[in-house]
Structures are given as C-alpha cells and as structure tokens.
C-alpha cells in the first residue's frame, strides 16, 4: 500500500488513454449526463459531415469536420480524467491481488489431526495452525499462542508485530506471513469477504458509489444542461422570425459551451481522487461517504493515551522526603532502574543524565535484579554488598520499608499526593529501611499537539479527550494539550453517551477506537476510524481502518474531507463563472451575420464568427486536460476561518474563473488567426 | 428632482419594512399578541361559519393539498359566474356572458395572482364580476401567496412535523392583514378622487355634442386590494394609467408603495422568524441591489428619449415620453415600471411596449428572475430559493457540505428546487419558440422584427411571473393566446409552490448544525455579493440569448 505509484506514470497514463476510448460507449457515458449530452451532439456533427446533404449542411465540411474534433477531444479529456483517477486504485489493487495468494491452510480437525486445505475452501469457524514462514490463510482471531507477524503487505510497515491470543492485539488479517512462534488461528471471514478482499475493492473502485453531496451536485449540473438544452432549442425558431439562421453546428456548440463540462468532467475523477488520497494516507475508507463526513466534523473525541500522550509515564522529577536530598533519590532510582526495560525504569536513568547525576556504578553480574510483579507492585535490585533497593508504588514501598523495620518520613504523604494531584504517578524509592523519596511520573503530550488542537479549533473543530484517569489528572493533560473538553474516568459507554449526545445536536462527530468495546461507540461515530492493530469487531464497526494505527490521523483525515469538498466546490464554481465568457464569444458570433450591429458585444475583438465559436470551444476542451491536476491533487487547504476560506476561494475560483476564458478564449482566437 | 423623487419612495419603503415585518410575523407566529383582540372575533364567526373546529397543524402535504383545494374550488366557482353573467345581478350596463376560452384565461389568471387581461374591463366585465370574482380572488391569490411564503419560512427555520394549518394562515391573511390595509387605503383613495360608485356608466354630452361613455364602478375597492395583493388587473383596460384608477402623481407613489411594502417586509418577517434579523436584511439588501440597478437601467434609458427621434432633430430633453402619462413623468413611469414587474404585480401607468428598448429589457429581465421583491409570498420563497442554491454552489468552498440556516441541503432539496428552477424558463422560452413557429402565434405580433420577439416573450414571461402586465401591442385574445397563457399562469404559480413547500417540509424534518468558525455564513455582506451573483449569472445565462434577439437587439439596431 505504501508503494505509492507517482501522480503520473508512464503505465497508468497509457492504460488511461486507451480507457478513454473505451469509455466512449455510449451505454456507460449515460452514467454522466452532461457528457452523454455533450456525445450527442458530437453525434449529430458528425452525421452531417456524413451526409450533409440530408442536413442541408453542404459546404460547410471544414468547419464542421472542426467542431466535431473539438467536441471528440472534450469527451475524450473527460474520460481520460476517470480513467487516470481510477489507474492510481488500480495499479494498488494489482499490488494487493499479488498478496491474495492461494495458500495451503493447515486445518486443525475436531480430532487434533491437521489436515491441508486450500485457503479459498476455509470457511468461518476453522481453526488452522499457522507456523513460522507461513502465509495466514484468513483475517481471523488468535486463539491460542504468540507470533511476530510480518504486516507489511497490507501496511507497508516492514517491522514486524506481535500478536497474541486474547486482548485487543489478537486480530490477523489473511496474506500477512508469521514469521517467527506459531499461532492457532480461528477463521472469522468467508472466502471473498476478507479484509484484502475489501480493500482491493475499495481501492479498485468497483464498489464506488456517489456520495449524497455528489448526487445533489450532479442534480443540479442535470438542471443545468436541461436548461442549456432548452435555451439552444428554442433560439433556433426565435432567431428565424429575425432572419437569423443559426447552422446546427452551431448550435451544438454553443450547448457545449454552456452546458458544466468542466465539473462535468471532473466530477468523478474528484470523488475517486479523494478516496485516493485517504488510502495513499494509509487510511482504508469504506465509502467515500465517510470521507465526506470528515469534512463535515464537529467534534472529534479522542482517546488520551497514545493519541495525546506517548501513554508511558516518564520520570520528570525526583522528589526527596524526610532527610535526603535530591541527588539520593536520583541516584538511588538509578540503581534500582539500571536493569529495569520498562518505558518508566529507562526514563529515570534519561531523567538523571538531563540533570548531570552520575550514575553509581555497580557489578551488574553479582546483583540479583527483582522483577515488578503484580502482587508486590514494585521491582529492584539486591545488591552484592547485601543492599535492597525497591522502587514501587507508594502504598507498597511503605509497607515494604516498615517491615524492614524502617519508618516513613512525615511528609511522604503530602508530597505524593501533590504530585498526583497535579495528574502524575508517583513511585517510592527505598533502600533497606529508608524511603529516599519520591518518582514524578508524568504522562507527557506528544510535541505539536496543542497546535493541532488549535488549527481545529480554527476550523471550528471541537475536540474531546477521553481518559480513565481521575479529573485533576485528565484536567492537568488537557490543559497541557489544549483540548476544548475531557471525560474522566471514562467508561467504554461513556463514549457512546458523549457522541449521542453530540448527534443529538445536530453535531457529526469522528473517534479512534481499537478495542472490542469501542466498537459500538466506532459505529455510533459518523467517523470511526479503527486501528489496524486492533480487534476484527473494531475494524467491522468502523467505517475507516489505519493501516498504520496512528490514531491522531484522524485529524489529516478531516483535512482530506474538507479538501474534497472545496475542489468540488472550487471546479464547480469556477465551471459557472466560465460561461460568462463564453457567452460573449459566442453570442456575437451567432447573431453577427444577420444582425452586424451584435459587433458591439464582441468585446474581446475576436476575428471572425467561426474563429469565435472555435476558439470557445478549444478552451472549453483543453481547460479539463489543463484542470486534472487539480482535481486529482485537491485544492490546497490551510486551516482558516471560514469566512476567510470563502473569501479566499471564491477570489481564485470565482473571479478568476471569470476572468481566465476571455483571456483563454482570446489567445485562441489569436492563434488560429495565425493559423489560417 | 427625478432622482430625488425616486429616492424619497425607496426610502419610504426601507422605513416601512421593520413596523410592518413586525406585524406580519405576530399575525403569523401563533402566539398570542394584541391583533388577536382587535381580529380575534372576526376570525371565530369565520370558523364557527365554517365549521372550522380543531384547527390542527398540517404536514407540508396535507398544506398542499388544503391549498390546492381551497383554489380549486375558488377557480369552479369564478369560471361560472364568468360564463353567465349576462344574467346575473348587478349588471347595469349590460355586459354579456363571456367566451369559454377568455373565461379560462380570466379566472386562471386571477387565481394565480398573474391578472393577465385579454379582456378590457369596461366591457368585458358585470360589476358582479369585478366584485364577486375579480377583487374576491384578488384576495384570496394574494392570501394564498403570503400563506405559502409563511410556511416555507416555519419549515426552513425550525424543527418538527408541521409548517402551520393552511385554513388559517389563509383566513389571518385576510383578516388581518389584506382586509384592514385595503379598507383604509380605499378610503384613501377616495379621498384622492378615485371613483367609488355601483352606478351605470355615465353617458355625457361633450361640448362638440357627441356622447360620451364614461365608466365608473367600485374602483378605489379594487384599487387598493389590486396592489396590496400584488394583482395588478385594473378595472379599466388602461389600468393604472387611466385617471380614474391613478389620478396624481400622490395616487401613483401611494400605488407604489401598496403593492411593494408586503413583499419588502416580509424580509424582515423572515428575518424573526429565522431568530436572526441580519438574516432578512441580507435578503432585503439583495433585492434591492438588484431593484436599484434595473430602476436605474430603465430610468436612464427612457430619460435619454428614442434615439430614432432623437437622430431626426427632435428635442429629447422631456425624455422618451411615448406611451406614458403627462402627470407622470418620466422618472415616476420608470420606477412604477420597475416595482410593477419587481413585485410582479401587473398593474401599468405606462405602455410597456413603447418602452425603450433598454427600457423594457428591465421589465422582462425582472419577471424573468421573479424575485426581485416578487409577489406576495412568492417573491420571498424564490429569493430564498436562491439563496439555497446560492449556498448549494458556494458552501463546499468552506469545505463542508452545504447548510442553510443551519439545515443541510441534500439531494432531496436539491431534486425539488431544480423542478422550481426549471420551470420557469420552461414555461417561457418554450411556449414563445412555439408561439413563433405557429401561425396561430406570430400572426398576434403588430410590430414585426426584434421588437416583435419582445412582444411573445414579454406575454410569456408575465404569464410565468405571475405579473400579468400585458406589453400590449399583441393581439392576444384568441383561443390560442387564451389557453397557453393559461397554462403557463397555472404552470408557473403552482409547479414551484409545490416543490419549494416540499423543501421546506423536506428542511422541517432535518436536525440543525449547531454554527461555528467553520460554518459558512449566510447573514453578511459577502452572502449579499453571492446571493445577487448567482442570481445575475443563472438568470443571464438562462435567457441572454433570447433577450439578445428581441430588445438588445433592438437597441443595437436604433441607437
């Protein structure tokens, strides 16, 4: 998935042109309107090059011979522009196809007999043993053992995971390989239901269907051309009773012009474009309708741990109580975390180093390290002069202390709770009968969130944090990030309650989830994104997957939303705006002959009638070709209010689609001025 | 002077808009307030009357229906009367009963609020008429206009299942509202020398010692309510510019005023409805952009006289003054020409026909866009109409999907505000393509050439308006004329109020996006710039090419 193929290669521009004179048919153009209208015409001038006799057009084989590969070329330009947003899903989905293998599934039997069966004729419920070097055969559940996986086909992530049986990290998906351990693996999926199966439809676009805001937009284009049609039709007869005969040629041109080719055009390559560059992103949307209701977010609800903080503790303080002084408790800690791997234990001896503590040094092989176990709730180490040092949660270090036959210094509880007052953990830190002091273990935010949460804010993005810790910790934190708002000591159904509500106003609300019991909070969400990583019953309630499990995506997911959304807007606009120029081209042009004073509303001074109408309709072709990039790359979108953005776009895509056809369609006047 | 005149009503309008949005939204809003006490009783005869118990809410269908209905049975009972009037009461100057075809047309006509005359009141119609059918519908077509405006509002602007009970907005229109403003403004007129009488026509001896008929009736009665409903047929064939309709220039701004104030104010209606008054000044401010610059279009160019004229030596400085009033003048013709067809009442103090090119180019493009003011109700629910579609196409710049008053707009919207949108030019452009393919059609034309074009368009397009000023100049009373005006009078009142009450009920249902930083803002001045572009450019592009052949064309080929 990672293997991102560059906007334009050679291959998928070939496999595009040749799409675009498939794509021809006149049975799939129906499914656009304004194109099947714009081939109609195209149609018709062609029948009179044929027979101009039946049409009463002899002698006009030039000109029409013209319009018609004028009108070719738009069609063709609007086909090729699907055709390149589909090749990118493409070429994707050819890389998938080659991970969807045929495997042999070893298929352990009621009886504890394993029995090779082919990957295809697993059904749900079987359970296969999945070894070293092996394939898994389908997205299924770890019941019983622990393996490092290898998820790169699906994530593009070359390091591997480990995945083990019960929990919320117990979830494989089918075409990733073992490979080290074994797991026993209960199949959840039948065959062609499986995640990669989703994924390759997905990214191919066969299941693509329009969103609503896309449905509403092509009504109303529908509206357009039907109007267009009738205004060409009925001039014909109003312009006779004047004198003015109007060629059909002209007509259809003129239709062409005013019909929105543009957004017409470009509509479905913009939808396609968008899918794909939440997938590019590493992001599995289910229906372009999720990504559409991004844009439309109001408030986000985000976990606290590992999506605002790095959800370890780390030392940020050492705390001396009764006697001792700072550097004893430091260096004290550092003993007993020399040996220590844990996040916390290698954030102490990090802490020491930023505060220029030496380290004591020690005979590591002659001491005897003490493991942290759930009972005793604190590890150390026994040195080899017969020292004990144990760091630990409070309670337990001072049970362990006095038994040592020590005391506890008057003010450890004041100090242990200030600190967990301020939202930090604190650890105790003992040595035989003396507790030292105290560990400041604080849960730090990730750098650049509070400028995250200010840009949505900007947005008018409310963001809520979710934590089990208690409210002064989750009111510390959330100050420290900058959230709008926090839920403590949250419960699973705390979620759910918090987004019905939201909905309740009329809000949309996005969350991140990975674990089974997100899952029914995932699917209340208008957004859930689910972790890759996490359960099968996640990623079903979800309508978007990480691949990369980073839950703070959910942001940049937002962002491609609204990106979305204004390159529609923005195409749409400025396809509108067009036809004011257009129109001064054109209606000079067909008037003129019969009516010479019309001269006076050719007010780009364009040489001749038919260079007119000529030079309108190259510029309504070739400004698709000109305009697929930014489709297929969006409308920069940089965080602002929205009367700001409005301002902003409506400049550039309103007024400048104004004024871009008069100089356009003068330049093209020019140059075929040189040309004959 | 001329400037200064015109400004002076505007002004006078602007004043006008908040007293009088003020009480047409406590007539509308349904909570108890002080017009209760004054029309309160009048209104429980009318129910009790009518056996009008409960007066349960209704869901945007069942108003529709309630609405059709109620017309439906307005239009049987008009069309008789027509038919046979000859032989009924109240007929002293013995007018005959009226061809089948002219009737539908009349009645059509009057019920849609368009009040397209083929006929000439002084001799078409019984006082019987003018009274039971002619001013009774011109009340009950403005009613049911300010009905449907006012149920749109409730569905675009609050949540539930019901946008109000069609019966009784219709009766409080009256009641409250047409009723007391007509009686007080006929009075008015009165005072202003407008006649006010049941006697015959008066047959006088002139000093040369001819005869001459000289009809009078109930006119001041119509007079008011003619305006005030946005209707615009006049009790004489010359309308508004007969003296007996419209003596003085006093008479005239009075005239103006009547039938511009109610669909000025009810902006503001919109605006406390909505809870947000910028929200309704946005759209008054819209209007009256547009207003502004079509006056001031159509002023410039009849001031600048006839430029054939002009070419031959004429003196030009009284301005072109072809086909209008003395006592008018031009700067008085030009703005009654202007709120005739922004509001699309009808009612004329000039000849259209003889209009300027330019000069009638304002006329039609105004009932071509039909929301420039508008008629009663109507006039407001296509600006908003706009206003959705304004927001349709600009909304997704901000990155969000479209939402208008905080209510998403969604393919069901936008399918049922297309119907409106395509109809109109439907009904226009196709039945004047038709018009000129037929001989039926083209042989009405009196003056061939581009100025002929105007003269099927202007017929069309005041049909489709609703508007109901005739250009004039066009034979129009003849089965053929008679039965398409017909249908597209009916076409163009009733196709749209359906589909836009079902955007409102559409709208009723949808729950509300609470507004924040990233919501696209529909009560600032910038909305105004969108709101009156969209407007220009979807109404440009739509009949530019027709306006093109018939009065650009003209002007190109006189100036």
């Keep these: ?676 | 002077m001329d400037i200064l005149q015109m400004l002076v009503v505007i002004l006078i309008v602007i004043l006008l808009v908040k007293p009088l949005g003020t009480y047409l939204y406590h007539v509308f809003s349904n909570e108890s307030n002080k017009t209760d006490k004054w029309f309160g009783w009048l209104e429980r005869v009318i129910y009790k009357l009518a056996g009008f118990k409960e007066r349960r809410h209704m869901s945007w269908k069942k108003y529709v229906v309630s609405l059709i209905l109620m017309n439906a049975v307005l239009v049987a009972i008009g069309f008789l009367l027509f038919l046979f009037q000859g032989s009924l009461i109240l007929n002293p100057s013995k007018i005959k009963d009226m061809e089948p075809t002219l009737a539908f047309n009349t009645i059509v006509s009057f019920m849609t609020n368009t009040n397209l005359q083929h006929y000439s009141g002084e001799t078409g119609l019984s006082y019987f008429s003018q009274m039971a059918v002619i001013i009774m519908m011109m009340f009950t077509s403005a009613a049911t206009g300010l009905a449907v405006a006012i149920a749109f509002i409730r569905g675009i602007t609050s949540k539930g299942e019901t946008i109000g009970n069609f019966f009784e907005d219709f009766t409080k229109a009256i009641t409250r509202i047409l009723l007391p403003l007509s009686i007080i403004m006929t009075i008015v007129l009165v005072g202003l020398k407008v006649p006010q009488t049941l006697g015959p026509t008066i047959h006088a001896a002139t000093l040369e010692g001819n005869i001459q008929n000289i009809t009078i009736g109930p006119v001041a009665a119509l007079e008011s309510i003619k305006h005030l409903g946005t209707n615009g047929g006049g009790f004489f064939g010359a309308n508004s510019s007969h003296p007996f309709e419209n003596p003085s220039p006093i008479t005239n701004v009075l005239e103006i005023m009547m039938m511009w104030c109610i669909p000025a104010s009810l902006t503001y209606t919109f605006g406390k409805f909505a809870k947000n008054q910028k929200q309704g000044w946005v759209i008054f401010s819209s209007m009256l952009i547009l207003f502004v610059g079509f006056l001031a279009l159509v002023y410039y160019s009849e001031s600048q006289g006839n430029p054939a004229l002009n070419a031959m030596g004429l003196n030009h400085y009284q301005g072109s003054m072809e086909g209008k009033e003395v006592r008018f003048g031009i700067a008085q013709s030009s703005l009654f020409t202007t709120v005739t067809t922004a509001a699309t009442t009808g009612s004329v103090n000039n000849m259209h026909d003889t209009l300027t090119p330019l000069g009638c180019l304002v006329p039609l493009a105004l009932m071509m866009l039909n929301l420039v003011f508008g008629g009663d109700g109507v006039g407001l629910v296509n600006m908003l109409m706009y206003a959705i579609l304004a927001v349709f196409l600009c909304g997704l710049l901000v990155g969000r999907t479209p939402e208008f008053l905080g209510k998403k707009i969604e393919p069901k919207e936008m399918k049922l505000i297309t119907i409106a949108l395509l109809a109109h030019p439907f009904i226009i452009l196709l039945p004047t393509a038709i018009a000129f393919l037929t001989e039926l059609g083209k042989g009405a034309i009196s003056n061939p050439g581009f100025h002929g074009i105007s003269q099927v368009l202007y017929e069309y397009t005041s049909s489709a308006a609703n508007n109901g000023s005739g250009f004039e100049g066009l034979g129009d009373n003849t089965s053929f004329w008679n039965i398409s005006t017909g249908i597209v009078m009916f076409l163009g009142r009733y196709i749209s109020m359906i589909a836009l009450l079902g955007v409102a009920g559409s709208l009723l249902k949808k729950q509300w996006v609470p507004e924040n930083m990233g919501t696209f803002r529909t009560d600032n001045g910038l909305f105004i710039g969108i709101l009156v572009g969209v407007v220009l450019i979807i109404g440009a592009l739509t009949f530019l090419p027709v306006l093109a052949l018939g009065p650009i064309a003209e002007y190109l080929s006189i100036r």
């Design chain 1, 1 to 676: 998935m990672s293997q991102t193929t560059s906007i334009l290669s050679k291959g998928i521009i070939k496999d595009a042109i040749k799409e675009s004179f498939i794509k021809l048919n006149p049975i799939y153009m129906m499914k656009n309107p304004v194109m099947f209208v714009v081939e109609m015409g195209t149609i018709i001038v062609l029948l009179m090059m044929c027979m101009p006799n039946y049409f009463h057009a002899e002698g006009a084989f030039g000109y029409n011979l013209a319009v018609f590969v004028i009108l070719l070329f738009t069609i063709l330009f609007a086909n090729f522009a699907e055709a390149l947003a589909e090749g990118r899903g493409k070429a994707q989905a050819d890389s998938l196809k080659k991970t969807k293998q045929e495997t042999m599934a070893k298929v352990i039997q009621k009886d504890e007999r394993i029995k090779s069966v082919s990957s295809s004729d697993l059904r749900k419920g079987d359970i296969v043993l999945v070894e070293t070097g092996d394939l898994i055969p389908g997205d299924g559940e770890i019941i019983e053992g622990l393996a490092s996986i290898d998820e790169s086909a699906i994530t593009g992530e070359s390091a591997p995971v480990i995945k083990e049986a019960g929990g919320d990290f117990s979830s494989v998906t089918g075409g990733t390989r073992v490979i080290s351990d074994w797991i026993k693996v209960k199949i959840q999926t039948d065959p062609g239901e499986s995640f990669l199966d989703k994924m390759i439809a997905l990214v191919e676009g066969a299941k693509r269907q329009k969103t609503p805001n896309e449905i509403a937009l092509n009504i109303l284009l529908i509206t357009l051309t039907m109007i267009f049609l009738l205004v060409v039709v009925t001039v014909y007869p109003i312009a006779q009773y004047v004198g003015v005969k109007l060629t059909i040629a002209t007509l259809v041109a003129l239709l062409v012009c005013l019909i929105p080719t543009t957004i017409g055009a470009l509509l479905s390559a913009i939808g396609i474009a968008g899918m794909d560059r939440v997938t590019r992103f590493n992001v599995l949307a289910m229906s372009g309708k999720a990504v559409e209701a991004a844009g439309d977010i109001n408030t986000i609800i985000l976990d606290k741990t590992g999506t605002i903080t790095f959800g370890n503790r780390m030392a940020s303080e050492f705390v001396p109580v009764g006697k001792s002084d700072m550097k004893e408790v430091a260096q004290v800690a550092g003993l007993g975390s020399i040996k220590d791997e844990t996040p916390e234990g290698k954030s102490v001896i990090q802490l020491m180093k930023k505060l220029d503590i030496p380290q004591i040094p020690l005979d590591l092989e002659k001491s005897e390290v003490v493991e942290f176990k759930a009972e005793t709730r604190m590890s150390g180490i026994n040195l080899p002069s017969g020292e004990k040092i144990r760091k630990g949660a409070v309670d337990a270090i001072k049970k362990w202390v006095v038994e040592q036959g020590g005391t506890i210094p008057a003010d450890l509880e004041e100090k242990s709770n200030q600190i967990a007052s301020k939202g930090g953990t604190p650890l105790a830190v003992a040595k035989d009968n003396q507790l030292f002091g105290l560990i400041y273990l604080k849960d730090t935010v990730k750098p650049g969130m509070r400028q995250r949460f200010d840009e949505l804010r900007k947005m008018g993005i409310k963001t809520i944090m979710c934590t089990g810790d208690n409210p002064m910790t989750a009111k510390t934190i959330a100050e420290e990030a900058g959230v709008d708002d926090f839920i403590a000591e949250s419960k699973p159904e705390d979620k759910i309650r918090v987004i019905k509500e939201e909905q309740k106003q009329g809000k949309l609300v996005a969350m991140t989830g990975d674990g089974t019991n997100d899952a029914p909070a995932l699917a209340q969400a208008d957004v859930g994104l689910a972790m890759n990583s996490g359960t099968i019953a996640a990623k079903e309630a979800g309508n978007m997957v990480d691949l990369d499990s980073d839950p703070t995506k959910i942001i940049e997911v937002v962002s491609i939303g609204k990106q979305l959304l204004m390159t529609r807007g923005a195409l749409t606009t400025f396809s509108i705006a067009n036809d004011i120029a257009k129109y001064f081209a054109i209606i000079p042009a067909m008037f003129t002959i019969a009516i010479p004073k019309m001269e006076v509303l050719n007010i780009m001074g364009l040489q001749s009638p038919t260079s007119a109408i000529l030079s309108a309709l190259i510029f309504n072709a070739i400004i698709i070709p000109l305009l697929i990039p930014l489709a297929m790359k969006g409308v920069k979108y940089i965080p602002m209010k929205a009367s700001k953005l409005l301002s902003r776009n409506l400049f550039i895509y309103g007024v400048g689609g104004i004024i871009v056809p008069f100089i356009g369609i003068k330049i093209i006047d020019l140059i075929i001025g040189l040309m004959s």
